[in-house]
Nanobody
Framework: QVQLVESGGGLVQAGGSLRLSCTAS????????MGWFRQAPGEEREFVAGITSGGNIKYADSVKGRFTISRENAKNTVYLEMNSLKPEDTAVYYC?????????????????WGKGTLVTVSS
């Protein structure tokens, strides 16, 4: 089994920054593609950013130029650096991993999920 644990959420003012981390563990974990998704109240879960073990990266248009995803394969950890945060970035942020390539970065394609970490951006 694979476990994903997110950390780093919190309350920040608009224009501020936060750094999220997600660490994977479990005997069956491999360096799967891992990504960040978010879900605002009353909304569907949406893709934010994703990265493969080889470093291929994709971002949602809404976060390009503001968010940066990275990973440390040796630590089974993926990060999301979030800058210039806006109130509309407020959501629960989830880490997901896809064990069956090729990855399409759709929520329904992720095989493993963390429990999420809340990010609140005040205006």
């Amino acid at each position: 089994q694979v476990q994903l644990v997110e950390s780093g959420g919190g309350l920040v003012q608009a224009g501020g920054s936060l750094r999220l981390s997600c660490t994977a563990s479990g005997r069956t974990f491999r360096p799967y593609p891992m990504g960040w998704f978010r879900q605002a109240p009353g909304e569907e879960r949406e893709f934010v950013a994703g990265i493969t073990s080889g470093g291929n990266i994709k971002y949602a248009d809404s976060v390009k130029g503001r968010f940066t995803i990275s990973r440390e394969n040796a630590k089974n950890t993926v990060y999301l650096e979030m800058n210039s945060l806006k109130p509309e970035d407020t959501a629960v942020y989830y880490c997901g991993a896809d064990s069956l390539p090729p990855v399409a970065w759709r929520p329904g394609d992720m095989d493993y999920w963390g429990k999420g970490t809340l990010v609140t951006v005040s205006s």
